[in-house]
């Protein structure tokens, strides 16, 4: 055999013949990556590279990133609209006309029979903002339905309310290069290195250059929590006893920032008068963290020049969501870091727009971050759009979670799901799969014909995906970004946003609206909306070509940015950080601190169901694997469904390594792979959610008061042997590309 360097084979990296590069944001996570896509001469797409000079990626993309540009031609794709009066029948081909004329007749006999908000619309995070603001304006004035949300509810919900009630308005303040400024930083459920790789990689690049410590809020030894200096592995659903117990030694201790309390925010006393009772000798009992741990950690961050915190669904799918999101940002409030370089409260988004819907989309409100129950927001927008005022509702109507429950009532009566898949993501899917059953009429607009929800559809649209439409993503840190079109739409299907604008002439209730022809234009009206004194939502200074240009610019971002950019054409920025002048959105201008009360209410483990049930996401994965279910190298990796256990628990009960379990909530059965693991604490497993008929038949999903967003991460369940052939069978019979 022969061994050493110079018998070693070089590495060869394929010529790929690349004419062209053509920009792109990728359109999984909220990281925000650009992404150039490479075309040969024929046009065909040959290969895929992270931009270099994007700041948000800086040349580095992850698994999912890298193969993206596999999925445009992948299986199951819709290639034309579908049919059928029953849903237990066939489905039949139609053409566009005849889907969308049916469609636009079925939602107003419903409508005429029960009501404007009898039919309801359940959008997502995942199209492009002009397709999001089109959208709204199509539900909110032509269709009128007063129940109309996206699956934001089941991701970014709590994080929205709680920056609503601190700070007076959604956005989160910080950006990526507050890690190049931070001194601690501590993260409350959330996995970056394998849900937002690109993310992680900026963090460590500067502990790489300058230490400071990290600390890892999350009851598992996530990969995050390994390369962290402190790992707290909290109990379950309890991070607002822990933050409360922080806050008790900082006041204690007189490591607040007095100054900043007193001139920017209300509630002090408030505030000061609940955490005295969360002394950590106490709350170590709840939340399973060491008085003095608790108490070296709130020295480490209120001591800290700055300090910032970041966090993603640990905290927002609890039934202390929201309370969990108001208590960082009382943290990071008590300890003067907020907007300030290194000094933050950020959210960490889920998928790649989320952050447009929140701005765009009308679901909650109306576009530009304004308010149904404000008249003065409703007035603006119908005169703008060219509408009755009365038209639109003075409050906000049901969310996506309150929307099947009042589908099993009967109060609604059809359904419109756009980009989402709430078979696989929904809580306590036998009673989805209940109120799917009862619908009249079910629309379902979705890349791919073999999504499981379209199994109870009448009407099937089939959607243009990525790149082969045109339009802006923002990402986490409120940064615009583009993606040109860089292919046509597969087979017969059509971008999302060709099919608004054709719903809407079907609609003809407001006779004096109108709407763009193409995305660009959109995105020009959309500015019109955004511009203002006082608003932080600005885009005005934004076009097409300065997006592309910069790689992503981030809001706020007003003509008077756009004039500093003509004068100085290399600096084309908008602001990296909100309230850096201390002025909040609240009435008075100050922040609201929120004193948060623990109540544990949650679903916990008994004598009959001893298991936490936990679940989350791996890196290869996107939710329900639609997509990433068919990319080869993205599928080989994680092709089984399957729960981590800890090597004691499963040696307890007999358990071995590959074995497979079956798994038993209040609400159903699921049936998994064991990985042993000491990941997962004894008392507890953990699953991925991206596997159809697997956790989700199990939680439960009891929901976060204010922001209605279940908590898909506290439940209980019990272990049982099963046949091994059986178990496997049933397995290889699962939906399998
Ligand atoms: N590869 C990949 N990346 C993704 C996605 C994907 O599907 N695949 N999805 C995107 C989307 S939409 C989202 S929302 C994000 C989600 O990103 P993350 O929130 O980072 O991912 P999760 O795995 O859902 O959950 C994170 C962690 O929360 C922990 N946790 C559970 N209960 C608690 C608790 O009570 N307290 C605390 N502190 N932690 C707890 C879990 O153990 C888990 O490790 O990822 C985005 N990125
Ligand atoms: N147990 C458990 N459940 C969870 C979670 C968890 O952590 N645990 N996480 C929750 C979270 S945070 C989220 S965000 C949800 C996600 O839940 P879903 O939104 O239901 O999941 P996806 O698989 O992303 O569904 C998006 C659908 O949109 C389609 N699509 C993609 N791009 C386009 C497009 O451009 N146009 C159209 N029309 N369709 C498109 C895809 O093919 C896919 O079918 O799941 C939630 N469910
Ligand atoms: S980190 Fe997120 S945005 Fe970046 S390539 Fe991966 S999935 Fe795409
Ligand atoms: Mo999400």
């Given at each position: ?29 909220s990281?925000?990556?650009a ?5 040969d ?8 590279r ?33 049919l ?20 636009a ?61 601190s ?5 989160p ?8 400024h ?40 996530t ?44 509630n002090?006393?408030e ?13 170590q009992?709840?939340?399973g ?41 009382n ?14 409260s ?11 819907t ?12 304004r ?34 429950p ?23 899917q ?5 109120a ?6 079910l629309?379902?607009?979705d ?6 929800t ?38 017969d299907s ?8 054709e ?55 007003s ?39 623990f ?15 936990n ?14 279910g ?14 981590e ?26 049936v ?16 991925p ?21 279940p908590?898909f ?10 046949d ?14």
């Open positions: 055999m022969l061994l050493g360097r110079k018998y070693r084979k070089p590495i060869v990296i394929p010529q790929k013949n690349v004419k062209q590069w053509k920009y792109t944001t990728c359109n999984y996570c990281t925000g990556c992404i150039e896509i490479g075309v001469e024929a046009g065909k797409i040959v290969t895929s992270g931009h270099a000079g994007a700041d948000v990626n800086r040349g580095k993309l992850c698994i999912k990133g890298i193969l993206e540009h596999e999925l445009f031609d992948s299986p199951g794709r819709g290639s034309t609209p579908l059928r009066e029953k849903f237990h029948r066939p489905f039949k081909p139609v053409d566009w006309d005849r889907a969308l004329d049916y469609s007749a079925r939602i107003r006999d419903i409508q005429a029979r029960r009501g404007r908000d009898s039919f309801a619309v359940v959008s997502t995070g995942q199209l492009l903002t002009e397709e999001f603001y089109t959208l709204g304006k199509l539900v909110r004035g032509c269709i009128g339905t007063n129940n109309y949300d996206g699956n934001t509810t089941l991701c970014m919900a709590s994080a929205v309310s709680g920056y609503k009630r700070f007076g308005s959604d956005g303040p910080g950006c990526y290069a507050d890690f190049e931070t001194d601690c930083l501590m993260a409350f459920g959330s996995n970056l290195p394998e849900q937002h790789p690109v993310i992680y990689w900026r963090l460590q690049e500067t502990r790489e250059k300058r230490r400071f410590p990290l600390i890892v809020v999350d009851p598992r030894v990969m995050f929590a390994q390369f962290a200096d402190i790992h707290l592995p909290l109990v379950p659903g309890t991070d607002c006893v822990l933050i409360n117990a922080m806050l008790h030694v900082i006041f204690d201790e007189g490591l607040e920032d007095r100054a900043y309390l007193l001139a920017h925010t209300n002090l006393n505030l000061e008068t609940l955490v005295a009772e969360y002394d950590p000798k106490r709350a009992k709840v939340c963290i060491d008085e003095d741990t608790i108490r070296t950690v709130a020295r480490l961050y209120a001591g800290a020049g700055a300090a910032m915190s970041i966090w993603t669904m640990g905290i927002n799918q609890s039934t202390h969501g929201s309370d969990g999101v108001a208590n960082i940002n943290l990071n409030l008590a300890t003067g870091n907020i907007g300030k370089p290194g000094g933050t950020l959210s960490i988004t889920g998928q790649c727009n989320a952050m447009g929140r701005e765009w989309s009308s679901c909650s409100g109306l576009p530009g971050y308010q149904l129950e404000n008249a003065e927001h409703r007035n603006t927008v119908a005169d703008f759009w060219g509408i009755d005022p009365e038209f639109l509702p003075k409050r906000r109507g049901l969310t996506q979670t309150d929307i099947f009042a589908i099993e009532t009967g109060e609604i009566k059809g359904l419109w799901l756009i980009a989402t898949n709430p078979l696989t993501s929904m809580a306590n036998p009673r989805i799969r209940r799917m059953e009862k619908l009249d009429l629309i379902v607009q890349v791919y014909e073999d999504v499981e379209n199994q109870f559809a009448h009407v099937y649209l089939p959607a243009a995906v990525w790149a082969e439409k045109e339009g802006c993503h923002t990402n986490t840190e409120r940064r615009v970004n583009l993606t040109r079109n860089v292919l046509p739409p597969y087979a059509k971008s999302d946003f060709w099919i608004f604008r719903m809407a002439r079907r609609f003809d209730t407001n006779p004096g609206i109108r709407f763009a022809h193409t995305p660009e234009e959109t995105f020009e009206e959309m500015k019109l909306l955004s511009r203002g004194a006082g608003r932080i939502l600005d885009i005005s200074g934004m076009s097409y070509d300065s997006i592309e240009a910069a790689r992503g610019i981030q809001w706020p971002c003509e008077a940015h756009a004039q500093a950019w003509r004068d100085d054409p290399g600096n084309l920025k908008g602001e990296p950080r909100l309230y850096t002048d201390g002025k909040f959105q609240t009435a008075n201008g100050r922040a609201n601190l929120i004193a948060v009360r109540v544990n209410n949650n679903e916990c483990p008994d004598t009959h169901y001893p298991f936490w049930l679940s989350g996401r791996v890196v290869e994965h996107f939710h329900t694997r639609t997509r990433t068919k990319i080869g190298n993205c599928n080989k990796f994680s092709p089984t469904p399957y729960m256990i800890n090597p004691d628990a499963a040696a307890e009960l007999g358990v071995q390594h590959q074995q497979y379990v079956r798994l038993l909530s209040r609400r159903g059965d699921a998994v792979m064991a990985q042993l693991t000491q990941r997962v604490p004894r008392d507890m497993v953990f699953i959610f991206h596997f159809h008929d697997c956790v989700n038949r199990l939680t439960l999903g009891l929901l976060d008061p204010h922001s209605r967003q908590a991460k506290q439940c209980a369940v019990r272990l049982e042997a099963v091994q052939r059986e178990a496997a069978r049933l397995n290889s019979e699962r939906r399998a590309f």
